[in-house]
């Protein structure tokens, strides 16, 4: 594979960002130290698995600042792009490794390398049984500006969310993401409160570049909560009826003013989700909770 480089001017100084490198690390000698700089061709080389605040402040020390790593991502995005390292699982949803969240959605490492990572999804229904939406930010790196259910994110590779008993790690880590991305206290949703109904495998491009290859957590709670939305994650939220919801796949079908949806909200939508509404209004949700069954959906 021939190396793919970026040319940046630093203190007056030509150099190089080894993208090969920092894309595929497995696939080449890591470099000794987080930022390096080749003494023959004058190379900078940034290695994907170390924070990338500490490249930006081990870059700084040298007195340099690496001109880019996707130039064009929004400087939120690419703190977490390069600090969250996703857990990488089988099919059969068991942990195998880990790998940053840059990496985990490149769709050629999903196409080449078959990477899957964990995922979950959380449906919060108010006191009246209205589903709170997002629309994810102009600035996401994936799907921008599509509609989905109230949060999707990511367990991290640390303790806290590694819990697998009772899916206690994606439990965590969804309180953790309701707070970052819509100003959800903690407070607000008690971990013992989510029920996981099931899950499922999908895969998704996003763009050219870009995609989803997920096993997804299916998380329902209902709770009223105060909501903050973080500008960086989210650029708008509403809560629907089961009718509204319906005007809204509607309007998605008929490509009516852009509006797009996610494609693992849609995917939930088409198997699942009218069928759980019911039951969580009824009371019977523990009837239709499968923690055993993963449904790998297209």
């Known amino acids: 594979m021939a190396q793919s480089l970026i040319v940046a001017t630093l203190n007056r100084q030509v150099f190089k960002i080894n993208l090969t490198t920092a894309l595929f690390p497995h696939s080449f000698p890591p470099p000794s130290s987080t930022f390096s700089r080749s003494r023959s061709s004058s190379s900078l080389f940034f290695n994907p698995k170390t924070p990338l605040s500490a490249f930006l402040s081990t870059a700084t020390s040298m007195g340099e600042t690496p001109a880019a790593v996707d130039a064009g991502m929004d400087a939120v995005q690419r703190r977490l792009m390069f600090d969250d390292e996703c857990i990488l699982v089988d099919e059969s949803d ?67 969310e590694l819990i697998e008993e009772n899916a206690l790690g994606v439990r965590n880590a969804a309180q953790r993401k309701l707070l970052d991305e819509l100003g959800i206290p903690a407070q607000d949703v008690p971990v013992d409160q989510f029920t996981p109904l099931g899950r499922i495998h999908y895969k998704a491009p996003s763009d050219g570049k870009w995609g989803e290859h997920e096993l997804d957590y299916l998380l329902f709670i209902i709770r009223d909560v105060n909501v903050n939305p973080n ?15 319906k005007e809204l796949l509607r309007k998605a079908d008929a490509g009516e003013g852009g509006l797009k949806l996610s494609p693992w909200f849609r995917l939930v939508v088409d198997n699942f989700l009218f069928k759980w509404w019911d039951h969580l209004e009824q009371g019977t949700l523990g009837e239709v909770i499968d923690m055993t069954t993963i449904h790998k959906l297209t």
């Open 231 to 245: 500008p960086d994650e989210v650029a708008d939220i509403k809560y629907v009826n089961r009718d509204q919801l």
């Open 94 to 160: 068991h942990a195998v490794g880990h790998e940053s969240k840059y990496n985990c959605h490149l769709w050629e490492k999903i196409e080449s390398e078959n990477w899957l990572h964990r995922a979950f999804s959380v449906f919060l229904f108010n006191s009246k049984y209205e589903l709170l939406l997002q629309q994810r930010s102009a600035t996401k790196v994936t799907f921008p500006l599509v509609w989905t259910n109230t949060c999707c994110s990511h367990p991290l590779y640390r303790e806290s």
